[in-house]
């Protein structure tokens, strides 16, 4: 029998003991879960349960904990519902009393702590606790206060008490344990601390208005602003605005925002107004107002959220501080005495916010940090209060204004930084301060005597003038002495000085003293040279200007009619081409280039001849070292030799060539305006000449000169009547000397002139705008000729006609249209209408005469590109136009000997060719000019060689001539 329960009760036991092993972890479980519960000694004052509440955030209206282990061991579950169904936040926390006494506690949670709360989004305060619930024994009971949540607390002989406090936010601080006398004592003792600080500061804003009311400047109202601004700060901080206000926990959110936005601003008002620092620099003002209005704007954003604007404040109060210690040193560095009055002020305010910023972020966390840094705050305030009132009592009766009349006139003296002079009359005795002396480099004491003394260390011109004046003084004893004169310094140069005085007169009716001031005016006088040296003379070259050239000129005529031994004469020379030189290398170059020619011009004139730059290019002469007239116009041709030579500009070199007019004087009667209209005149004639000449003005170049407008109309009738002549010059097929076709050019008999030449009236043209009726109607008849050719004379290549194009032509938008409308109303054969242009005048605006050529090619216009090797002459140039022909200048094709002509002729002839292009060589003079220029390679030729310019009609019988001959020969 035993046998048998013996496995049975082993089964039991076994089971049994797996039962207890369960409930032995389940235990162990729910212990390790448990809350922990604080000991409450009896001899401890304070005890901080901050770090051991278990906070449940965001947990509902309703919350279970378990309770903390009592004495038994056992842990309870309970169940706490909230007061306020909107409270969702929650705080657990136990406390065991361990004595056998019964311990009454204060349960304190503060509504606004400094610390911890945060630069960005602070906690700006409210009330925290709003119902505290016990796990057993008696229920805390809310204490009244200002400053806090307190709840009483009793906790019975060895219980352990679990407390669940429904919170109104989520964050709690501080929560404190203390013993209820204790708590009472330091609140006492912390409102006698803010009573005292409260008063400081009330009074210190009273006396900072009164001393604004007192003094008006803006530095004491915002010194005052600033101290009701920290005094409201404090009275927030402190609770005495909730009090005075009776205001409930988190209702003062919105003023404590304010109070610190206000802080903000104020500090920055201070700042500006006590330094000036308008007087700095405009951005100073501007940096200042617009933080200002930014800071106020953020009153408004108060209203909205407290905790934004607040958050904002601090900020701005660090990087007002930071910003403000950076001016005050750069201004103290610069010896600004207000500056270096706050440094030390300013470096407190840096420590203040130093300390203030490790509270607000947790790093201090004690609890006299917030009292002690509204101490602080209020200690700036007085130190800057202190500051304020040193300027503000400071300078005695001259800063009061109570000074008379002589004492206002000594100071104005010493303002003004003259120097004393003073005469004693009767005891002949010139005083005068140490000032003098010192810019002379002289001893103390050397023109302190009699007033001949000073003639020894006067300019010798300015001493008759200075002995003159004190003579007429004491003669007429009334008057005043405005003069300048120049005092010899110890090393030889003078120095100007403005001596202004008056004459005192005694009783006798004699003047028995002179009293001034003297200023030293050197600056002024050399400013006053220097300027009027620049407006008469060349800032580049430092030759005179034609103010200046005129002044000599009309010297000379006078030194001419008196002496009648001297002829001047005025020589004008003009760079030619010098606006091409300054498009292609730039305008410092040119400058460069123009002072390299003033400088080799002044080297062949003599030191009578006056040498000037009249205007941007030219340069005029006035030349009374040579009389004869060969002799003169030796000199301008070597000045124009001079200016041939080449100019080395950096790699390359600049060749240059000059036109010069020149006028001989005549007659006494003659004008400098005379002479140089003269000059201009002959120099124009030069220019039309082709320039790189000298040209002596002769009397029958005046007309053309003075009569450009009677010339201007006759030429616009002309065109409009169709009187101007147009001529035809023959280009042939260099390999069998047919007629290829013609150049048109323009020629004109004028019926009082005579003939006058294309280099007289194109210029003309050019300058008032007919060039473009000019150039229309050579094209124009032109095409017609060309039409009228292609029609009746029957060749085996087509006829065609080169017509040159301006530059105003090619830049007029209408140019398209004209050549589309003769092209469509001649129907010439395509590509026989050809335009003449030149390189300089297609580069001078490269992108839009690309696209016109490109136009007219469409249109079925050739392109023939003039003068080719005398310009830019780049094969880049030929690869973007689309020109159909090049014509080489004559420059190449006169004879020379020089090696290089004929390689350079071959060489462009086979580009051409390569390209495309027919190749037209202008000059050929005689049979071996064209043989060469054949075996050259060069296709067509034009030159007097096969015929001079001809009328239409010699040009008709020509080409007749030429096809029978042929067609004879056929």
């Not at 005495?337 to 300390?355: E, H, K, N, S």
């Not at 800063?399 to 930084?417: F, H, Y």
């Not at 002179?514 to 030293?520: E, F, P």
Request: proline share 4%; hydrophobic share 50%.
């Amino acid at each position: 029998m035993l046998k048998l329960k013996l496995p049975l009760l082993r089964g039991l036991f076994a089971r049994l003991s797996a039962a207890m092993m369960l409930l032995l972890v389940f235990a162990c479980a729910n212990a390790a879960q448990a809350l922990e519960p604080i000991p409450v000694p009896l001899d401890v004052e304070a005890l901080d349960l901050t770090g051991a509440v278990d906070l449940h955030i965001e947990a509902g209206p309703r919350l279970q904990v378990s309770t903390a282990p009592g004495p038994d061991g056992i842990v309870r579950r309970i169940e706490v519902p909230a007061k306020d169904p909107e409270n969702a936040n929650w705080a657990v926390f136990a406390l065991a009393n361990t004595s056998d006494e019964q311990i009454d506690r204060l349960l304190v949670a503060p509504f606004f702590k400094l610390a911890g709360s945060s630069i960005f989004w602070p906690d700006l305060g409210g009330s925290r606790i709003e119902a505290i619930t016990p796990s057993q024994g008696i229920a805390p009971v809310r204490q009244k206060s200002l400053e806090a949540d307190v709840f009483l607390i009793t906790l019975d002989p060895g219980a352990v008490v679990t407390f669940v406090a429904e919170l109104n936010s989520p964050e709690l601080p501080q929560l404190r344990l203390w013993e209820p006398d204790v708590y009472k004592e330091t609140v006492n003792a912390y409102s006698l601390y803010r009573g005292i600080i409260l008063g400081i500061s009330g009074l210190l804003a009273v006396f900072l208005t009164i001393l604004f009311v007192v003094k008006g400047t803006v530095m004491f109202p915002a010194t005052a602003a600033l101290a009701w601004a920290v005094l409201a700060y404090l009275c927030i901080d402190f609770g005495f605005w909730g009090l005075v206000f009776n205001l409930s926990p988190g209702e003062d959110q919105l003023y404590r925002a304010s109070a610190e936005v206000l802080l903000a601003a104020s500090l920055i008002v201070f700042l500006y107004a006590y330094l000036n620092l308008n007087r700095w620099n405009i951005h100073y003002s501007h940096l200042a107002l617009t933080t200002l209005i930014l800071l106020l704007g953020l009153l408004g954003v108060a209203v909205w959220d407290p905790s934004i604007a607040a958050g904002v404040a601090r900020v701005s109060l660090v990087g007002i501080a930071a910003l403000g210690f950076v001016t005050i040193l750069i201004l103290a560095f610069k010896g600004y005495d207000r500056a270096i009055m706050l440094i030390p002020t300013w470096v407190l305010l840096i420590a203040w916010v130093i300390g203030a910023s490790m509270t607000i972020t947790g790093s201090l966390a004690n609890d006299i940090v917030q009292p002690a840094l509204g101490g602080g705050l209020v200690l700036i305030v007085l130190l800057i209060g202190f500051t304020v009132m040193q300027h503000a009592f400071a300078g005695g009766a001259i800063a009061q204004g109570l000074i008379s009349d002589v004492e206002r006139r000594a100071l104005a003296l010493t303002g003004a930084g003259d120097i004393i002079w003073d005469w004693d009359v009767d005891r002949d005795r010139i005083f005068t301060g140490h000032e003098v002396e010192d810019l002379l480099n002289l001893q103390h004491g050397t023109l302190d005597g009699p007033a001949r003394d000073w003639l020894e260390v006067l300019h010798p011109q300015d001493r008759d003038r200075f002995r003159a004046t004190l003579d007429a003084v004491i003669d007429q004893r009334r008057g005043k002495i405005s003069q300048t004169f120049r005092l010899r310094a110890e090393d030889g140069h003078f120095r100007w000085f403005l001596l202004r005085a008056r004459p005192i007169i005694g009783a006798d009716a004699e003047v028995i003293r002179c009293v001034g001031t003297l200023l030293d005016v050197t600056e002024e006088r050399t400013a006053e040279e220097r300027l009027l040296h620049d407006a008469v003379h060349d800032n580049l070259t430092g030759l005179p200007s034609r103010e200046l050239f005129m002044d000599r000129l009309r010297a000379a005529l006078a030194q001419a009619k008196a002496d009648g031994a001297t002829k001047p004469t005025v020589l004008l020379l003009n760079l030619d081409r010098f606006k091409q030189v300054n498009d292609s290398i730039g305008l410092s170059a040119g400058d460069s280039i123009l002072l390299t020619v003033a400088r080799r011009l002044g080297r062949l004139i003599a030191e009578q001849d006056a040498l000037s730059r009249v205007s941007g290019d030219q340069f005029g002469l006035v030349l009374l070292s040579e009389q004869a007239p060969d002799r003169i116009v030796a000199l301008a041709d070597s000045l124009r030799k001079a200016v041939r030579a080449p100019i080395t500009f950096g790699d390359r070199e600049i060749f240059l060539t000059c036109s010069v007019g020149i006028a001989l004087y005549e007659t006494e009667k003659q004008a400098g305006e005379d002479l140089v209209g003269n000059a201009e005149i002959a120099l124009n004639h030069a220019k039309r000449l082709g320039g790189d000449r000298q040209e002596v003005f002769r009397p029958i170049l005046r007309p053309l000169g003075k009569n450009i407008l009677d010339l201007e109309s006759d030429l616009r009738d002309a065109i409009r009547k169709e009187t101007l002549g147009v001529v035809f010059q023959p280009i042939v097929r260099l390999e069998d000397h047919t007629i290829a076709g013609f150049e048109v050019l323009a020629r004109w008999n004028h019926s009082k002139r005579g003939k006058i030449t294309p280099a007289e009236f194109i210029p003309i043209a050019e300058q008032t705008g007919l060039i473009n009726d000019l150039g229309l109607y050579m094209l124009d008849k032109g095409a017609n000729q060309l039409a009228f050719w292609q029609r009746e004379i029957k060749t085996e290549a087509p006829l065609f006609v080169s017509i040159n194009i301006s530059s105003r032509q090619l830049l007029k938008h209408d140019l398209i249209n004209d050549v589309k409308a003769i092209l469509s109303r001649t129907s010439l054969e395509p590509g026989t209408l050809k335009l003449e242009l030149t390189e300089s005048l297609v580069m001078s605006n490269p992108e839009y005469s690309a696209k016109v050529l490109e136009r007219l090619r469409s249109l079925g216009a050739g392109l023939s590109l003039d003068d080719f090797g005398t310009g830019h002459s780049s094969l880049a140039y030929l690869q973007r136009f689309p020109f159909d022909t090049i014509k080489i200048d004559k420059a190449f094709v006169k004879a020379n000997d020089k090696a290089s002509r004929p390689v350079l002729l071959r060489s462009i002839a086979a580009m051409g060719r390569d390209l495309g292009m027919s190749v037209v060589a202008e000059g050929a003079e005689n049979e071996a000019d064209a043989q060469e220029l054949f075996q050259l390679g060069c296709e067509f030729g034009q030159g007097f060689y096969f015929g001079e310019p001809m009328t239409a009609d010699e040009a008709s019988k020509m080409l007749r001539k030429k096809v029978s001959e042929r067609n004879t020969a056929a």
